[in-house]
C-alpha cells in the first residue's frame, strides 16, 4: 500500500513506522475478477443500500468530476456491480500505481 504514517490525526510512532517501511513486504495479488467478486461480498452493504452509495459517491464529485460520477451512478442504478467496481479498481489501480512510483523517485 501507498500508505502515509498517519491514521487520520494520529501520527505513527517515527521508530515503527521506519521499521514498517524497511522490513520486508509480501505482494499479494489476484486477477480482477476475484477481487471484483470479494470487494463486492466484503462491501456488500452498498449493493443493499444502494441509494447510500449514490449520497456518498456525489461527494466525491469535485475529485472525479461530474461526468464520472454519474457514470457510476448510472451503473448502480442499473445494478451493474461489477462493472462498477471495475472502474473503482480501475482509478484506484492507476492512483496507486502513480504513488508508488511517485515515492520511489522520491528514494
Given at each position: ?46 449493493v443493499d443500500h444502494p441509494q447510500e452509495l449514490t449520497e456518498v459517491l456525489v461527494l466525491f464529485r469535485d475529485k472525479f468530476g461530474r461526468t ?40
Amino acid at each position: 500500500e501507498a500508505e502515509s504514517s498517519c491514521i487520520g490525526d494520529i501520527q505513527i510512532p517515527k521508530e515503527f513506522w521506519f521499521n514498517m517501511k524497511t522490513s520486508p513486504r509480501v505482494v499479494i495479488s489476484l486477477p480482477l475478477q476475484q477481487r471484483v467478486k470479494l470487494i463486492l461480498k466484503e462491501y456488500g452493504y452498498w449493493v443493499d443500500h444502494p441509494q447510500e452509495l449514490t449520497e456518498v459517491l456525489v461527494l466525491f464529485r469535485d475529485k472525479f468530476g461530474r461526468t464520472r460520477i454519474l457514470e457510476w451512478i448510472h451503473l448502480i442504478e442499473q445494478k451493474r456491480w461489477i462493472e462498477f467496481v471495475e472502474c473503482l479498481l480501475e482509478y484506484y489501480d492507476a492512483s496507486y500505481r502513480f504513488n508508488k512510483k511517485k515515492k520511489q523517485e522520491m528514494s
